[in-house]
């Protein structure tokens, strides 16, 4: 699951955590229903076959990429979910960003359950910035806009 890179830092036990990109770290989680349980340094498994089964799942979630609105170069999931925002790290999906869209992105991570995907443009750049503004979800991941160009990511807002 994706998370700023400061989440969790202050609590008395540590996430097992690796950097997804910029600010953004990938965190480790199980699905127990109504609730997620963070994986810890401290757990006993082994954190390579760990990651290999979180990529493994995430790249088995089918996931709709769609235009926010016609006419506009933005894009979101048909469907939300507590995994939207991992699913930036699924092959597939990523095959759909580039199909759709191509390299030069820009891409917005409000919360865990929605992502925001545009073409590189300083009109979809503040549309973003908007929509980040103006999500009400509690499950906060970032409040930047990132621009991706040919797989390197800065921040742009």
Same mark, same amino acid.
Do not use: H, T
């Given at each position: 699951i994706l998370k700023r890179h400061d !989440? &969790?830092?202050?609590? =008395?036990v540590? !996430? +097992? %955590?690796? $950097?997804?990109f910029l600010d953004i770290d990938a965190l480790y989680v199980s699905d127990m229903g109504e609730t997620f349980r963070f994986f810890t340094i401290d757990d006993d498994v082994e954190f390579s076959l760990l990651k290999k089964k979180a990529i493994e799942n995430i790249n088995r979630i089918t996931a709709a990429l769609?235009?926010? @609105?016609? &006419?506009l170069q933005a894009y979101t999931l048909r469907y939300t979910t507590d995994y939207a925002s991992s699913l930036l790290l699924s092959e597939a999906?990523? $095959?759909? *960003?580039? %199909? =759709? *869209? &191509? @390299?030069d992105i820009l891409i917005a991570i409000p919360s865990n359950s929605f992502f925001l995907v545009a $073409? !590189?443009?300083y009109c979809n750049q503040q549309l973003l910035k908007y929509l980040v503004e103006t999500d009400t979800d509690p499950n906060k991941v970032s409040d930047s806009v990132y621009r991706r160009k040919e &797989? *390197? +990511?800065m921040k742009v807002c």
């Open positions: !989440f &969790g830092i202050n609590s =008395k540590q !996430f +097992y %955590r690796e $950097k997804a769609v235009p926010l @609105d016609d &006419g999906l990523n $095959k759909q *960003i580039q %199909r =759709k *869209i &191509g @390299d $073409k !590189f443009s &797989g *390197i +990511y």
